[in-house]
Every structure is written in structure tokens, then in C-alpha cells.
């Protein structure tokens, strides 16, 4: 009986749920209650705080809130306690962040006393691949938020204040200090007088609530910009520039983050030009910023065209510099060893440098992992990576403790997000694609989270439906059991599930090259270097499969510190999720299941298919609870997403087929679409 009223309550409030266009992202307004809120002084930012609380009170009507910046040893950073009604912290800032998180407890159902929360890395920072002609490297939510082409590229309106003032707001919700406005692969006119300029007014208006601007710097500016003949990092004239450029930033921006450096990696510019290091460049770049408290964030994202295992790569070259950078500088790591693969073993880099600053560098935007189109939580995939262990210092020293400073001393700790937010309305163009920018800020404050915690928060804040009767307002059980926790179990399985229809059992970037998107395990032209072609990583012949890393390979498995270097060596102690990662085997071998390798990799591909399926059927089931603009924007990408899968399933399995001649278990779907007509159209095109 309960159900059927239910369903009728249901049924009578669809229509009801107002249309949303997801601007207002996890900070949605729900109606208020009275709050009072004293302070212990004035100031903008605390201002800022009192004026979030009074719109968006959900506790109890007249609940005082004192907001108290004063000292206390315990709270570090911008870290904050909230206690008895009062959020205390060191800074203002403080304050803010922990306004936001008593908002967020009390719309969550937290307990909202006792609380200190500290800051896992002090530069919390988003890296934006946006180009200054308002196009974005692997953006999918729009066009560039910052820049635009045109004659008035470099005017700004009160349009863009808005935006990038909002832009500031979201991010400090949840905690983000930092943001690189311009693509890694960087425009040296971005260090150019009047684009400063620009870059000036974007600073004040993000700054109110507390996000720093950096720039990613072009290694070659002062040729490009200064004119200069050279740009040899030991070059007096060079070192003169740089300073220079420093200081006149420094003048416009006092509190200008620093510079995030792409350097001989893909074409860029960089020391090596020169037959300098990597310390050269790094270390002119921290010089020149270092009287201003900026800092260098060095990309180890580099890798030659040679022979050897690009996996290997970044470790060979970092090594050998260890303990000589200056300690501004902080070398910026990706999560694993290749490039954002849905599914990499950490960097070995994490777990080597004792002496140098390393920060993480994770993919919000979905370049592999289905761009605007696939539902997939990423925050799964960072936290396996922040709780993989390095075993640098012993058991225990995972990525998430030697990058942020707890175990081995940074002077700057830091970690990075490559951004997915771009003009349109709803920021990221997936409904969900939003969630991953919020773990990302999570994580970036609180190392330790758990998908699930971060899941939860951000369903609640996002769906929880407002002005609505109790059986579906986000406290009742309903809207909890039949809204909350499928759509959650939805997100926690939605990475398992790309990699599963995409790549699963350590295979790896099997993309089609042009666009990242759909499956290419056979691209291979003649001319394009090895290393940037499929059949390099999967190495699929007659007899076997995978990219061996052992000691009878590229022994990329000597990086990693013991135990692992003997688990990633064994195959039978390797595990699955990585096997084909670490080891080349023979179609017929036999796994922990009983299956042969080639049986398992099918299976996994069907599994991966028939999860998207059940996430079209959950999403089908929240529809009472979710506006119809909302709803049928994510049910039509789930559409595509199943069709997808099905396409990578049919591509990749068929392709290897052509080695092995194997067929299909019997009890999976044989495949809908032909290997031909999948090779001869672009998988964005597929339909
Ligand atoms: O993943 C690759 C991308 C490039 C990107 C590069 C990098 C910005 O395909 O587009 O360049 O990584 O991280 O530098």
C-alpha cells in the first residue's frame, strides 16, 4: 500500500520538480532558514561567509553562528574547526571554507560539532587546457572560460566578471585555491603586456574567495615575447627577462600563484633545446618568483621518441635530478606512468624522489574516459591511486602520504586537476561530469575521503529535491532508497564499468588517435611514431597478448620499490586489473577463474556492457526524482554511452580475433556491428 502512494505521490510531482539547467551546480538554493550570525571582525571575505549562511541556513531556525578567526595550533593552513555554533579558523579564508563545510554537514546530515579539518595539500589547483583563442585541449563543457577570439579578445565585460566570480565561488565550496588559466601547451603571448593585462582583471575577481591564478608559461617566451635570440636558461639576457616578467606580474597580481611548465615534452619548448636540465629550467623559472612566495610546478610528463618503454620514461629523466631543485619547485606527476589511461598502475615517480617536491596531477576533464558523453565517476580512480602504496618509506607510504607532506618534508605541497569546465551552462556538459570536479576539490582538501563519502555529498547537494512534500525531499527514506543509494551505486561502479567495456585487464590506450574517444587497438600508420599508436601497448599477435614489463621486457617493474617489484613481476602474483600492464601472455593462459585469458577478456567486455545497461535502467527509476531537464539530458547520454560500449566490445574483440581466430564464448552476445564498418567510421560518428 505504502508503495502504491508512493508512486502516486510520485507520479503527481512530476512536472512539479522545476527545470534545471545545472549552473547552480552542488550549490543549489534551497529555501532558508533564520540564522544569526555574528563575527569577530569585518572583512570581505568574512562578509562573504555571514552572506552564504543567511541564504543557505538549513539548520535550525535561529541557530546562532559566531565566526571567530583566531589562532589555534591545531588548525593548519586554511583549516578550520566548527564547534558549539562557531566556525574558528587562523585566516578569514579559513572561515569561508569551513562556512561552506557546515553548510554542506548540515544539508548531509553530519554531525556538525567537534570537527577539524586541515588541508591534505596547502595549492589546491585546477589546470585549464584553455587555449587564448577561446578553444579548449580536450574541453568538453563548452568553449574556454576565460578567453575568447576577436577584436575585443582582451576586453572584459561585467558578463565574465560574473562568470569567473561564480567560477571562484564553486571552487572554494569546495576548497580549490588555485587555478592555471592558460593550456600547458602554452602561448607565449599569454606573458605579453596586454594580455596581463586581462589576466589582472580575471585575478580580482576570483580572489575574494581565495582562488590564486597561475599561468603555464611557454619556455621559449623570451624569444617569442622579449625578442631575445635565445632562451638557454643560463643565458644572462634570459635570466634578465624572467626576473623582469616576474616582477611586472608581481605588480599586477601581488599574489600570483606562479608558472606550471610543459617543457621538451610533445613538442614544447625547454631546457633541453639547449643542452641544459631540467633543474636549468626549473630552477631560472623558481629564482625569478621565488621573492614573491611563487612557486614552479614541473611537469614530469615527458618522454622522447625512442625505444624505450614510454612507461618508463619520466623516472629515467627525474631521477638523477633528485634533491636539486629549489624548493619552489614541485614536480608535477600524473597518476600513472603513461597519460591518463582509464586505468594505470601509479607513476613509479611517487614512490622514488626522496628530496624533491612531487605533486599529483589528476584528469577531471574526460579525455579517455568518454569525454562529455560517458557517466564516470572519477573519484574511484583517484582514490585508488591516493591509496596505492609506494612502499617508499615501508608500508604505508601511499601516494596520497608522500605527496602531501606527511612523510616525507615538502616546503609547498600541491596537487592538480586538468579542468572540464568550460561557458556552458551547466559548466562540465554532463550532468555528472560535475561530480568529478567537486572529488577532485574534495580529495584535493581531504586525501583520505572515500568515494562513497564524496558520492554521497554530492547527490545530495545536487538532487535533493527543493520545495517538494517530505516523501521525496532528500531526508525522506524514500527519496534516500530509491533515488540516493542507486544512483551512488551507480557512480561507484561507473570507472569499473568503462574500463571493463573500454580496456580491462591492464590493456591501455587502445584509443582511436584523433579523438581519445572510441576504440582504435588498430591504429597504426607508418609514420606516426610507435609510441603514439595502439599495437605499441597491446602488442596482440597469434600467440599472446600484453606488454611485458618484467625483467624479459622493458623491466619497468625495477621502478617500483619491494614488495611490488616482485608482485608486478610474477604473474600469477600480479594483480588482474593489471596483468596485461606488466605481462605479455598467451591467449590460452589460464586465469585464477578457470578461464582462459582470451574467455576472461570477453567476459570482462560484456560485463562492461551490461553495467552501462543497468545504469540506463537506475536512471530510469530516479526519474520521479530528478526535473525532466536534468533527467532527459543524462537518460539520452546513457543511450549513447550503452551504444558505445557495445561498439568497443565489438571493435576490440573482433580486431583481436584476427590474431587469434578464437571465437566467442557461447553464452555472450555475438557482435551487432562488423570490425569493417567500425574501423572505416570515426567512433564520434558511430551512431
Ligand atoms: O594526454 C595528452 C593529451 C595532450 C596533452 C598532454 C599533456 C595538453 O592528449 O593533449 O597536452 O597529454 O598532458 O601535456
Not at 636558461?233 to 599586477?252: G, N, Q
Not at 591518463?340 to 599529483?360: A, V
Amino acid at each position: 500500500m505504502k508503495s502504491i502512494l508512493t508512486f502516486i505521490t510520485a507520479l503527481l510531482c512530476i512536472g512539479t520538480l522545476k527545470a534545471e539547467n545545472g549552473y547552480d551546480l552542488w550549490l543549489r538554493k534551497q529555501p532558508a532558514n533564520p540564522v544569526n550570525v555574528t563575527a569577530s571582525k569585518h572583512s570581505t571575505v568574512l562578509d562573504m561567509a555571514k552572506k552564504e549562511l543567511t541564504e543557505n541556513w538549513q539548520g535550525k531556525a535561529g541557530a546562532t553562528i559566531k565566526l571567530l578567526v583566531k589562532t589555534d595550533k591545531e588548525i593548519k593552513d586554511d583549516g578550520f574547526k566548527i564547534n558549539a555554533g562557531t566556525i574558528q579558523a587562523n585566516t578569514d579564508l579559513g572561515v569561508l571554507y569551513g562556512t561552506f563545510e557546515l553548510l554542506r554537514r548540515v544539508q548531509t546530515g553530519a554531525p556538525t560539532d567537534n570537527v577539524l579539518s586541515n588541508p591534505s595539500y596547502q595549492r589546491r589547483v585546477l589546470n585549464h587546457w584553455d587555449n587564448l583563442n577561446g578553444s579548449m585541449e580536450h574541453g568538453f563543457g563548452g568553449n574556454s572560460l576565460f578567453w575568447h577570439r576577436g577584436k575585443d579578445s582582451l576586453t572584459v565585460t561585467d558578463a565574465e566578471r560574473k562568470r569567473w566570480r561564480d567560477y571562484a565561488r564553486i571552487n572554494a565550496s569546495i576548497g580549490i585555491n588555485g587555478s592555471v588559466i592558460d593550456n600547458v601547451n602554452a602561448s607565449p603571448m599569454v606573458l605579453s603586456t596586454p594580455y596581463l593585462g586581462k589576466v589582472k582583471e580575471i585575478a580580482a575577481a576570483t580572489r575574494p574567495y581565495g582562488v590564486r591564478i597561475y599561468l603555464a608559461v611557454n619556455f621559449a617566451s623570451p624569444i617569442k615575447v622579449g625578442g631575445l635570440k635565445t632562451a638557454d636558461p643560463l643565458d644572462p639576457e634570459v635570466i634578465k627577462w624572467w626576473h623582469a616578467k616576474a616582477k611586472e606580474i608581481y605588480t599586477l597580481i601581488p599574489d600570483f600563484g606562479g608558472f606550471l611548465v610543459k617543457a621538451n615534452s610533445e613538442g614544447q619548448p625547454g631546457p633541453q633545446d639547449y643542452k641544459r636540465t631540467h633543474v636549468d629550467g626549473a630552477n631560472l623559472l623558481a629564482d625569478a618568483v621565488k621573492p614573491y612566495g611563487g612557486i614552479v610546478m614541473w611537469r614530469a610528463f615527458v618522454y622522447a621518441s625512442n625505444d624505450a618503454d614510454r612507461a618508463k620514461q619520466a623516472v629515467t629523466e627525474f631521477m638523477p635530478f633528485d634533491g636539486q631543485f629549489r624548493d619552489n619547485v614541485i614536480i608535477q606527476v600524473k597518476n600513472g606512468p603513461v597519460d591518463f589511461q582509464p586505468r594505470e598502475p601509479f607513476s613509479p615517480l611517487f614512490g622514488m624522489m626522496k628530496k624533491t617536491s612531487i605533486m599529483p596531477e589528476f584528469q577531471i576533464t574526460q579525455e579517455y574516459l568518454g569525454q562529455a558523453i560517458h557517466l564516470v565517476f572519477l573519484s574511484s580512480m583517484w582514490e585508488e591511486c591516493l591509496k596505492s602504496d609506494t612502499y617508499q618509506e615501508g608500508k604505508g607510504s601511499t601516494v596520497g602520504k608522500v605527496t602531501d607532506g606527511s612523510l616525507l618534508p615538502q616546503k609547498y605541497t600541491a596537487i592538480a586537476g586538468v579542468a572540464n569546465t568550460g561557458l556552458d551552462s551547466n559548466w562540465c556538459g554532463h550532468p555528472f561530469a560535475a561530480a568529478n570536479w567537486y572529488a577532485f576539490g574534495r580529495l584535493a582538501w581531504n586525501n583520505t575521503l572515500t568515494s562513497d563519502e564524496i558520492a554521497n555529498e554530492w547527490i545530495t547537494q545536487t538532487f535533493s529535491p527543493i520545495n517538494t512534500d517530505q516523501s521525496l525531499s532528500s531526508s525522506g527514506t524514500d527519496w534516500h532508497n530509491a533515488f540516493l543509494l542507486p544512483v551512488k551505486k551507480m557512480m561507484l561502479q561507473s570507472r569499473e564499468a568503462a574500463v571493463n567495456y573500454m580496456m580491462p585487464l591492464g590493456l591501455h590506450h587502445m584509443f582511436s588517435a584523433s579523438e581519445h574517444y572510441g576504440p582504435g587497438p588498430w591504429y597504426a600508420p607508418p609514420r606516426v611514431r610507435a609510441d603514439w599508436t595502439p599495437p605499441y601497448y597491446h602488442k596482440a599477435d597469434a600467440k599472446g597478448i600484453g606488454f611485458d614489463r618484467t625483467s624479459t621486457g622493458s623491466d619497468a617493474v625495477s621502478q617500483y620499490k619491494e614488495p611490488l617489484r616482485s608482485v608486478f613481476s610474477d604473474v600469477t602474483k600480479t594483480p588482474e586489473i593489471y596483468l596485461l600492464w606488466f605481462h605479455h601472455l598467451p591467449w590460452d593462459y589460464k586465469m585464477k577463474s578457470g578461464r582462459t585469458l582470451w574467455e576472461a577478456l570477453c567476459y570482462k567486455y560484456q560485463e562492461g556492457v551490461n553495467q552501462v545497461r543497468d545504469f540506463q535502467k537506475i536512471w530510469a527509476s530516479a526519474k520521479p526524482y530528478v526535473d525532466n531537464q536534468r533527467f532527459l539530458d543524462v537518460q539520452t547520454r546513457l543511450m549513447r554511452q550503452t551504444r558505445d560500449a557495445q561498439i568497443w566490445k565489438d571493435g576490440v574483440l573482433q580486431y583481436f580475433q584476427t590474431f587469434n581466430n578464437l571465437p566467442f564464448p557461447p553464452d555472450m552476445e555475438q557482435p551487432m556491428t562488423t570490425l569493417k564498418y567500425i574501423q572505416a567510421t570515426p567512433p564520434i560518428n558511430i551512431k
